[in-house]
């Protein structure tokens, strides 16, 4: 398979410009640890990085930043995400990028105890639950405020967050949540912490209430 390779120098420039979408493939618990300014990470495989086409149009342009081994299959699964237009590869990914200095960033994850702790001790906490409508409403987070990935292609839903919030990001399995916090930092928004655990774990961590929409009865 064919592909081009980017040079460091003109990959910085075309995602400042915000002329291309740049989407590492590396596994979530990689690019946490560091990964290059305004890219998404959408792990190979991971069934909910298809959610991403539905805040970035088919027809945007396309970075892929992997690991060496895994240009092919990043190259398919980009594809498979419904992303056609593939300008190319970051020539020597995350890697090159770090050893030559470049600028990086990082998220920073809590444990679901570690939420439950903070929860009564901070004012501007603000839990966003970028899961589904239909799984917000079978059970939430209290006080969580619902504001699904798929709706992320609208930027007034994050205008409207609180500018001095303490943002606490949690999905189902924090794929989504990575993803999403990737969306608010391009937006300008950095005060975000991932909620590391799954949702099954969360849901049952002392400390944690939940609430849940239920359908209104027909009887009197």
Not at 35 to 41: A, E, G, H, V
């Amino acid at each position: 398979m064919s592909y081009s390779i980017v040079p460091i120098a003109a990959f910085r420039q075309l995602t400042e410009s915000r002329e291309v979408l740049a989407l590492d493939t590396r596994p979530s618990i990689a690019f946490i640890d560091g990964f290059i300014p305004l890219s998404l990470n959408v792990p190979l495989e991971a069934e909910e990085a298809r959610e991403v086409i539905n805040v970035f149009a088919p027809e945007t342009p396309v970075i892929i930043i992997c690991e060496s081994d895994h240009i092919e299959e990043s190259i398919q699964f980009v594809k498979k995400l419904g992303y056609p237009f593939i300008q190319g590869i970051l020539e020597g990914g995350f890697s090159e990028w770090k050893q030559t200095g470049e600028v990086i960033d990082l998220m920073i994850t809590v444990e679901a105890d570690e939420l439950a702790m903070d929860i009564p001790h901070d004012d501007n906490l603000l839990i966003i639950d970028v899961r589904t409508p239909v799984e917000y409403a079978e059970s939430h987070i209290e006080d969580a405020q619902s504001l699904p990935l798929l709706d992320l292609h609208d930027p007034a839903g994050i205008a409207i967050l609180p500018e001095n919030a303490n943002l606490y990001l949690h999905c189902s399995n924090t794929i989504r949540s990575i993803i999403a916090a990737g969306i608010f930092k391009q937006h300008g928004l950095h005060n975000l912490r991932i909620v590391s655990s799954h949702w099954n774990d969360l849901k049952n961590t002392p400390g944690i209430k939940l609430e849940k929409k239920t359908a209104v009865s027909s009887e009197n």
